[in-house]
C-alpha cells in the first residue's frame, strides 16, 4: 500500500510538472501582439523617433509596424534593426538641405558640368516655346539614396514580413487616388514612394503604379495592424489640426489644411481604436522644420515619456533590442550590371559614368558615387537601383527613367566693379545632334553686351569634345603709371585714362576625367584681342583711338585640373589645382616679325574646416617664356569679385588692372568664419610681386612689392554669393570696396 502511494506520488508531481512546462513553453505565444502605427507629418515625423527611443527603454517587443509618409521612413528603419538611440544618432547628422534639393556633390560632376552649375541662377524646362514648371520641387533621388544606403544590409529582403519586424506602408495611386498597401519588393523605393510629398518630391513607379504619398488616403493605418492579428496598438500621431485664418499665412499652410481636412476627419475613428495614443506637442512646427529636427525628437520622448504608465505592463521581461551591427564601409562582390529603361542613352555611356569596375568588390559609397556621376548628367529623372544576389552571384540593377526634357531657358544675374551689371538669358538643348551632346548660347545684356556659345559632346570615360566661342568688353579707368609701363611710352599727361577692353576668343578642345576630380583638357585656341582708350589726343582727327593691343593670337594649349573642393565660392574642404600652359604660335599684330612664345602658370589652393572656421590658402605662379612683343597677355592684378579674363587675377587692396608684368608670383590667406548657416565673415591677406623677368632676379620673392588685405561678408543664396568686402594696402592711403553679386559670368 505504501509502495502504491509513492507511485502514485510520483506519478501526479510528473504530471504537474510537465503542465508547468507546456505551460511555459506555450507564455510567450500567449503574449499579447503589439502593433506600432506611425503617421505621416513630414518633418514633425522625427518625433517618432523619441518615442521609440522610450519603446525601447521600457523593453517593449513590437511585432508589426505600419506607417506612412515620415512614418513609414522611420518605421522601416526602426523594422530593419535600428534601435530609436541609433535612429537619433543617425537623424541629428543629416543635412535635410542637401536630401530634399536633390544637391549632387561637386565632385561627381565633370568640367563642364560644374561651369554650368555655377553660372545659373534657376533653370527652367521648355518645349514649343512654352516654359513648363517642374512637377516637383525634388526628384526625390537623394532620399531614395539615403534610405538605400541606411537599409543596404536588407537589400536582399523582399516580403516585409522577413524583417527583424514585420513591416507594411501606404502610398497612393495618383491615377486612380487609391490606397496601396506595399509590404514587398525592394524596401528603399516602397519607402520612397510613400513618403513622396505632392509638389515636394517626384512621385515614384512601381509595377506601373505612378505612387505619391500615402497620407493622401490613410495618413494612420492602424486598421492594417488589426487585419494583421495585432492584439494591441501603439499609435505615435504627428498630424497637424486645421489651422485658423490667422495660421495660414503661405501656400504651403493652404495645401497643408487641405489635405488635413481628409486625415482629422479619419483620426476621429481611429484615435480610440488606439491602445496607447501618443501625441507629441509639435504645434509650433511644420512639414519642413527639418533643421528643428533634435526638439522634435524630444517632443516624442516627451510625450511618450507621458504614456509610461500605459506602455509599462506591455513591457517583455528582459527583453532589449539589440544594436544593430553595421560597418559604414561594407562591400559587396558585385558579378555584373544590367541596365534597364535607357533609350536614347546607350549601356556604353551609362556605365562609363557610373565608373565602377566589375567584377569586383564594390563599397556602398562607390555605388552612391556612381548614382551621383549619373545624376549630374541631369539626363535621367528618376535613377533607381538595387543589387540583389542569385545563383549566378551578385547583380547590380540599374533602372532608369530618362528625362523627357531637351530644352532648357537658364537665368543669371551679377554684378561686380569690373564688367558692372548683368542679366543672363541661357538657351540650351540636349540631344542636339547625337544622344550625348549638348548645345548652349547665353545671351548677356547689361552695361555690355556679351556671349558665350558652347558645344560639347560627352563620351563618359572616354575623351570628350567641346567647342567654345565667347565675346567680352569690359571699360575701367586706370592709373597714368600702369599705361606707361604697358605700352613702354612716356608721361602721357593725364593721371589716369578709361581702357577698353574686348576679347573674343574661340577653342576647339578635348577632355577626360580621371579618378574622382582630374580632368585633362588639350586644345587650340583663337584669341582676338583689342586694348584701347579714346581719352588721349591723336594726331587723326578723324580716329581718337590709341591702341596697345590690336591682334589675333593663336595657340595650342593644355590644362590639368584638380578640384575637390566642396563649394565653389566659399569652400571649406578639399583641394584645387589648375596648371595650364599655351604655346602661342602666331599674333596677326606682328605677322612675319612673330616669335613664338609660351605663358605657363600652376595655381594650388586648399581648405581646410575647423567646425565654423575655415582656414584657405592659395598660391600662383605665372611666367612668359620667350618674348612676347607686347603686354596685352601679360599677368595683371587687382580688384575682386569679376570672373577670370585672360590673365586679368584678383588682388585684394588694388583696383582692377593696376599691377602688370610678365611674370607674377601670389599667396593668398583666408580666414571664413560661418556665423550662421551660409553666412561667413572672411578676412584675407594677400602678397604678391609681379614684373618682367622676375624670376631672373635674386629677391623675386624677397622684396615682394604688392600686399594687401581685406576684410568682408558673404551671403550663399540661390543667385550666387553676395558679398560686401573692404580692402586695403598699406602701400596707399585709399581703400577699396568691392561689391559681388550673383555668380560669375
Not at 561627381?108 to 558640368?113: N, Q, V
Request: net charge negative; aromatic share 12%.
Amino acid at each position: 500500500m505504501k509502495k502504491n502511494s509513492i507511485l502514485l506520488f510520483l506519478f501526479v508531481l510528473a504530471l504537474v510538472k510537465t503542465n508547468y512546462l507546456e505551460a511555459q513553453e506555450k507564455e510567450p505565444s500567449s503574449l499579447p501582439k503589439i502593433g506600432l502605427v506611425l503617421s505621416g507629418g513630414g518633418a514633425k515625423g522625427l518625433a517618432h523617433i523619441g518615442t521609440l527611443k522610450v519603446i525601447d527603454s521600457l523593453g517593449i517587443k513590437v511585432d508589426y509596424i505600419a506607417g506612412t509618409s515620415m512614418g513609414a521612413i522611420i518605421g522601416s528603419l526602426y523594422a530593419s534593426g535600428y534601435t530609436g538611440k541609433q535612429l537619433d544618432s543617425i537623424f541629428k547628422t543629416v543635412d535635410f538641405d542637401k536630401i530634399i534639393s536633390d544637391e549632387i556633390p561637386r565632385s561627381s560632376k565633370t568640367y563642364y558640368e560644374r561651369r554650368n552649375n555655377e553660372r545659373y541662377a534657376v533653370t527652367l524646362p521648355f518645349k514649343d516655346f512654352k516654359v513648363r514648371l517642374p512637377s516637383s520641387l525634388s526628384k526625390g533621388q537623394n532620399i531614395y539614396d539615403f534610405l538605400s544606403r541606411l537599409l543596404f544590409h536588407v537589400k536582399d529582403t523582399d516580403n516585409f514580413k522577413l524583417l527583424p519586424i514585420p513591416f507594411l506602408c501606404i502610398a497612393t495611386d495618383i491615377t486612380t487616388g487609391k490606397e496601396v498597401v506595399l509590404e514587398s519588393g525592394y524596401l528603399p523605393k516602397a519607402v520612397n514612394a510613400s513618403g513622396a510629398l505632392p509638389s515636394l518630391f517626384a512621385p515614384v513607379q512601381i509595377d506601373g503604379r505612378l505612387l505619391i504619398d500615402g497620407g493622401v488616403t490613410d495618413n494612420y493605418p492602424i486598421d492594417k495592424l488589426k487585419e494583421r492579428g495585432m492584439d494591441i496598438i501603439i499609435g505615435v500621431d504627428v498630424q497637424d489640426d486645421l489651422k485658423s485664418l490667422k495660421e495660414l499665412n503661405s501656400a504651403l499652410d493652404i495645401l497643408t489644411q487641405i489635405n488635413n481636412f481628409h486625415t482629422i476627419n479619419d483620426m476621429k475613428v481611429k484615435a480610440p481604436q488606439t491602445d496607447v495614443y501618443i501625441v507629441p506637442d509639435i504645434t509650433t512646427f511644420n512639414v519642413v522644420s527639418f533643421d528643428q529636427g533634435e526638439q522634435l525628437i524630444k517632443e516624442g520622448e516627451i510625450a511618450a515619456q507621458n504614456k509610461s504608465k500605459q506602455l509599462q505592463p506591455l513591457s517583455t521581461r528582459n527583453y532589449q533590442k539589440p544594436d544593430l551591427k553595421i560597418s559604414p564601409n561594407d562591400t559587396i562582390y558585385i558579378d555584373r550590371i544590367d541596365v534597364y529603361g535607357n533609350k536614347d542613352y546607350t549601356r556604353s555611356y551609362v556605365i562609363g559614368r557610373f565608373k565602377v569596375k566589375i567584377p569586383g568588390l564594390v563599397s556602398y559609397q562607390d555605388l552612391r558615387n556612381g548614382i551621383s556621376n549619373l545624376q549630374a548628367t541631369d539626363n535621367f529623372a528618376k535613377i533607381n537601383y538595387e543589387v540583389f544576389t542569385d545563383d549566378n552571384g551578385s547583380t547590380l540593377e540599374i533602372d532608369l527613367v530618362e528625362s523627357q526634357v531637351r530644352n532648357y531657358l537658364r537665368l543669371g544675374v551679377h554684378y561686380d566693379e569690373l564688367v558692372g551689371s548683368a542679366a543672363l538669358i541661357n538657351l540650351s538643348r540636349k540631344n542636339f545632334l547625337l544622344d550625348n551632346d549638348i548645345i548652349s548660347v547665353d545671351f548677356i545684356i547689361g552695361d555690355k553686351l556679351r556671349y558665350n556659345f558652347d558645344y560639347y559632346i560627352d563620351k563618359g570615360r572616354y575623351w570628350s569634345i567641346g567647342l567654345h566661342s565667347e565675346h567680352i568688353e569690359v571699360e575701367h579707368d586706370v592709373s597714368a603709371s600702369f599705361v606707361q609701363e604697358v605700352g613702354n611710352s612716356g608721361p602721357i599727361g593725364v593721371n589716369s585714362l578709361e581702357i577698353k577692353y574686348n576679347d573674343w576668343t574661340q577653342q576647339f578642345f578635348v577632355q577626360t576625367r580621371l579618378y574622382k576630380s582630374i580632368n585633362f583638357i588639350v586644345g587650340a585656341e583663337i584669341k582676338a584681342l583689342n586694348i584701347f582708350t579714346e581719352t588721349l589726343e591723336t594726331t587723326d582727327p578723324d580716329n581718337n583711338i590709341t591702341e596697345y593691343s590690336n591682334g589675333t593670337f593663336g595657340s595650342i594649349y593644355g590644362k590639368v585640373l584638380v578640384d575637390s573642393y566642396d563649394n565653389a565660392q566659399f569652400p571649406s574642404s578639399g583641394w584645387k589645382v589648375d596648371g595650364d600652359f599655351h604655346l602661342y604660335l602666331f599674333n596677326s599684330e606682328f605677322g612675319e616679325r612673330f616669335r613664338e612664345f609660351s605663358i605657363a602658370q600652376l595655381e594650388v589652393g586648399h581648405a581646410h574646416s575647423l567646425g565654423n572656421l575655415t582656414l584657405r590658402g592659395n598660391a600662383h605662379v605665372g611666367i612668359t617664356i620667350g618674348d612676347a612683343d607686347n603686354s596685352a597677355l601679360d599677368f595683371t592684378l587687382g580688384g575682386y569679385g569679376s570672373r577670370r579674363i585672360n590673365n586679368l587675377i584678383s588682388f585684394y587692396g588694388y583696383d582692377f588692372i593696376s599691377i602688370s608684368g610678365d611674370t607674377m608670383i601670389k599667396f593668398l590667406l583666408e580666414a571664413d568664419y560661418e556665423i550662421f548657416k551660409k553666412n561667413h565673415l572672411i578676412f584675407s591677406a594677400n602678397i604678391a610681386n609681379a614684373q618682367d623677368d622676375l624670376f631672373d632676379r635674386n629677391d623675386w620673392f624677397s622684396n615682394a612689392r604688392y600686399t594687401g588685405y581685406a576684410i568682408g561678408y558673404g551671403i550663399e543664396t540661390f543667385l550666387g554669393p553676395i558679398e560686401l568686402k573692404y580692402s586695403f594696402t598699406p602701400q596707399d592711403s585709399d581703400g577699396q570696396i568691392f561689391v559681388n553679386l550673383g555668380f560669375k559670368f
